[in-house]
């Protein structure tokens, strides 16, 4: 069976309000016993110091002897009834002189071998509770034995003895008050606590509601807040999340609206490149070429756009593990130069390498820093026209290293500057269709960059050219 929180918190109320009774009840008890049983204590050590003087010096002639036992026997008697505890005088053997609770006097026992009565013959005074056969139904009792010392000699003993039956008595009452009062302290506390698990799980119960209506699709579910204590704090944070939800889901539908339209574009075109081919261009060599030669290079970029989205797609996911280790940049960037010169060549631009000397090792990944390049190298040189020029610089600049591509082309304008690295972005240009990038190298590049901890930017004016600037981290 699956207990609701409520039940669970209904429960654990109930659970720590007993446990907090049942601890109070025992040491209340104890307490109260404990200090009952001290007072006793010392209230028949008082007594037994107020019969010192009574304890009688026997006369050497038997007859007055026992006239002497006899008044102290009837006096004892009388004075146990008025303090109710068992009076006995020992002698200094430990030998009974009079019982209180013998109705006449009578030969003395020996009592010398208790242990209470043994230190107060050595002279120190000794209490001692036990069950013993003296008292009716073997009840609990306290014994007080306090030695009667005369001339520095012990003479004899004062021996208290009482039950503790008053006492247990007095703590059953106050127990059966205790429970009566535990009784209704705990009927008050399930009410209470039946009241605060309603008020703590309401609010849960309504996230639980908001939650499910979020999985279902209701983008408009939010959890209220009433308080400003920890469930109100979760339930501004479900209600962040959920906003947070609501802008991720407009921003899959655009992306996935714009990866349509993407694909959408070269297979269109495609297509009808095909459909002429078919039509027009079988029977004509010039004719089927020029389309196979449409074909393929919309194939190509159909491809480079698939396999851009599967890396951003990773990138964004923290799919792709970066190997950083100290790396050396000036192979890269030649690399890179290398990668793109036929390109270069063929639309009549220039690229130059400049970089400082001694350049910095930095902390990357050699092959993901040289797409970062080829990316940014292809941009600028889509962007500069025959006899242009792009360059490619490195060097320090405060504690990185610090890359610019320079182009000399049609340059960005300020308001589009700010959109460059978002997915499928692109400047508007008269470019042609077969030369325009897939709108999505800034952004991977923006990711790997800042995937290595550094930054990337761009400054530029209209007909003036582009800088494309991005750091990276010196290797420790």
């Given amino acids: 069976m699956i207990l609701g929180i409520r039940v669970k918190l209904l429960l654990s109320y109930f659970l720590v309000i007993a446990l907090c009774m049942l601890v109070l009840g025992t040491v209340l008890v104890e307490t109260i016993g404990g200090a009952f049983v001290t007072d006793m204590e010392k209230g028949m050590i008082d ?22 036992l006899i008044s102290l026997h009837a006096y004892i008697r009388k004075l146990s009834t008025e303090i109710g505890h068992r009076i006995r005088m020992l002698d200094a053997q430990g030998v009974v002189l009079a019982d209180s609770a013998l109705p006449t006097l009578s030969a003395g026992e020996s009592v010398a071998d208790r242990p209470e009565v043994k230190k107060a013959l050595a002279g120190s005074y ?10 009716p139904d073997n009840f609990l009792s306290m014994y007080v034995a306090l030695p009667v010392i005369r001339e ?55 996230l639980r509601q908001a939650a499910n209506q979020l999985a279902s699709g209701d983008w408009q579910a939010r959890a209220r807040v009433t308080s400003r204590d920890e469930l109100g704090q979760l339930a501004k944070s479900f209600n962040d999340m959920a906003d947070k939800l609501v802008e991720l889901e407009k921003v899959r539908r655009d992306y996935m609206s714009e990866i349509s339209h993407e694909l959408r574009t070269p297979l269109t075109a495609i297509k009808g490149f095909a459909e002429t081919l078919q039509e027009a261009g079988a029977d004509d060599p010039a004719v089927r070429q020029r389309y196979l030669d449409r074909i393929i290079a919309k194939t190509d970029h159909l491809s480079r756009l698939v396999q851009e989205l599967l890396d951003l797609a990773r990138l964004e996911a923290g799919q792709t593990q970066l190997a950083l280790q100290p790396t050396e940049l000036e192979p890269i960037i030649l690399e890179a130069v290398e990668t793109l010169r036929i390109q270069a060549e063929e639309r009549g ?60 082309g049609i340059g960005i304008p300020e308001e589009q500057q700010p959109h460059i690295f978002e997915r499928f972005y692109r400047i508007d240009t008269a470019q042609k269709p077969t030369q325009a990038g897939t709108g999505l190298g800034l952004t991977i590049a923006k990711r790997i960059v800042e995937a290595h901890g550094g930054q990337i930017s761009v400054t530029s004016k209209p007909d003036c050219g582009a800088t494309f600037r991005f750091t990276l981290p010196l290797a420790l």
């Fill in 47 to 68: 007594k037994a110091r107020l019969l010192t003087p009574s304890f009688p010096t026997l006369s050497p002639d038997p007859d007055i002897a026992r006239q002497q």
């Fill in 126 to 135: 000794s209490g001692h509770m036990r069950h013993t056969p003296e008292a």
């Fill in 152 to 206: 520095g000699k012990t003479v004899g003993v004062i021996y208290l003895s009482s039950t503790l039956r008053h006492v247990r008595q007095m703590l059953d009452e106050i127990g059966n008050r205790f429970r009566i009062a535990a009784l209704i302290a705990i009927l008050l506390s399930i009410i209470m606590s039946v009241l605060l698990a309603r008020a703590f799980s309401k609010p849960i119960q309504a």
């Fill in 349 to 408: 631009v220039r690229i130059g390498i400049m970089t400082a000397e001694n350049l910095p090792t930095v902390l990357g990944d050699g092959r993901r820093l040289q797409q970062v390049l080829e990316n940014l190298i292809s941009n600028a040189l889509r962007a500069t026209e025959r006899g242009g020029e792009v360059r490619v610089s490195a060097g320090p600049s405060d504690g990185l290293v610090a890359i610019e591509v320079t182009d000399t």
